[in-house]
């Protein structure tokens, strides 16, 4: 996660469009340092859980599907992980590694309940291929002997999903310069973490490791906070809702300097009231914030990756 946070800052240092106000990043953390908002992992219900290899696999499918809702208005994340909880509650053999490989488009609709073509349809379906695929190939097609391979570290469980699974490696050139974000499979960790609350299959040694995960919600909550501040240019396109293409400079600046200040906001939060808070901790409460504004207006990109 070194490679995150050093290619973040380094972006965060040569950024064209997105700078970060440290006033009102101290603003911020000013208003939070006497109670660190503590958003519970599942707040809603929505994800399935049974305490077992199961919801293993679950987090695994909904993490690698977990990418662009936007290009349609009615269409969110609660709709995606409630759709795949009641697929797995109706029959458990739903994620089985040899399933995955056969879904096709209208499949995945019927199995989400969904009346019309997902946004980046055949993405997902193909990711839901690649992900039985190497399950089966790799892990006796269980994602639980994937996490189980990982020694209780976040930060290999990162670097194996990289490493066997071609549709999590998110990363961008920008100015000459790879720049590693890895939404997708930080975010599995951490939703492993969550749902387990730190034991059995979501115990990691080093989950303060892992950082904020790089969306379309967080960037936009840190703007709209004082945290962010966009060029004239920027700001105008994220007005008039027109699309930012994946790989460009702004693109990857609205998420490496969110992955950045997430780390400022967590390194002041520790100076000024001496209070550990994880990166995870910090993203969930930005996220609950942006979901629950209706009139946030977030960047748009297609993309596999967030």
Not at 62 to 82: G, Q, S, T
Not at 85 to 99: G, M
Not at 123 to 137: A, D, I, N, P, Y
Not at 141 to 157: F, I, N, Q
Request: proline fraction near 3%.
């Amino acid at each position: 996660m070194e490679e995150v946070r050093e290619t973040s800052a380094w972006v965060a240092r040569n950024s064209s469009h997105v700078t970060i106000d440290s006033s009102g990043l101290e603003k911020v953390v000013e208003t939070m340092k006497e109670s660190i908002p503590k958003v519970e992992w599942d707040y809603e219900g929505i994800h399935y859980f049974d305490n077992g290899p199961l919801t293993v696999q679950y987090l695994f499918v909904l993490d690698a599907l977990n990418f662009c809702f936007w290009p349609d208005k009615d269409l969110n994340y609660d709709h995606l992980a409630k759709g795949l909880k009641e697929a797995l509650l109706n029959d458990h053999s739903a994620f089985d590694a040899d399933r995955l490989q056969k879904y096709t488009g209208p499949q995945l609709r019927e199995l989400l309940k969904w009346p019309r073509s997902l946004p980046l349809e055949e993405e997902r379906v193909r990711l839901l291929h690649e992900v039985g695929f190497e399950l089966e190939r790799s892990f006796e097609g269980k994602a639980s002997k994937l996490v189980e391979s990982c020694g209780k570290s976040a930060v290999k469980l990162v670097a194996l999903v990289t490493r066997h699974f071609p549709g999590f490696r998110d990363h961008s050139m920008y100015k000459g310069h790879q720049v590693f974000l890895y939404k997708r499979a930080q975010i599995f960790a951490a939703d492993l973490w969550g749902a387990f609350k730190g034991q059995g299959y979501g115990e990691f040694n080093d989950i303060g490791s892992i950082t904020m995960f790089a969306d379309y919600i967080v960037p936009a909550v840190l703007q709209q906070l004082g945290v962010l501040k966009y060029s004239s240019t920027l700001a105008n396109a994220i007005q008039a809702s027109s699309e930012i293409g994946a790989g460009t400079e702004e693109e990857v600046e609205l998420r490496a300097c969110s992955i950045f200040a997430v780390e400022k906001m967590r390194e002041l939060l520790s100076i000024k009231c001496g209070k550990q808070v994880l990166s995870v901790e910090l993203d969930l409460w930005l996220w609950s914030v942006g979901v629950q504004c209706p009139s946030l207006q977030h960047h748009r990109t297609l993309s596999i990756y967030y």
